[in-house]
């Protein structure tokens, strides 16, 4: 399954989270406090998108 990083509002710091695409769908919960402000990390590794030009 592939793995997202999150930033916790909560916890104040980033979480990885394995979870399906149907899951990320739906946002996720954090593992370590089970709150759901989590924002997407988007960086170097999560540049690849499928534009195509
Ligand atoms: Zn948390």
Avoid: I, W
């Avoid at 402000?37 to 998108?49: A, D, I, Y």
Wanted: hydrophobic share 30%.
């Amino acid at each position: 399954m592939p793995l997202y990083e999150f930033f916790c509002d909560t916890c104040q710091k980033e979480v990885s989270v394995t979870q399906s695409m149907s899951e990320h769908a739906n946002g996720a919960a954090c593992p370590e406090c089970g709150g759901r402000n989590m924002r997407p990390l988007v960086g170097p590794f999560f540049s690849k998108t499928s534009r195509k030009s």
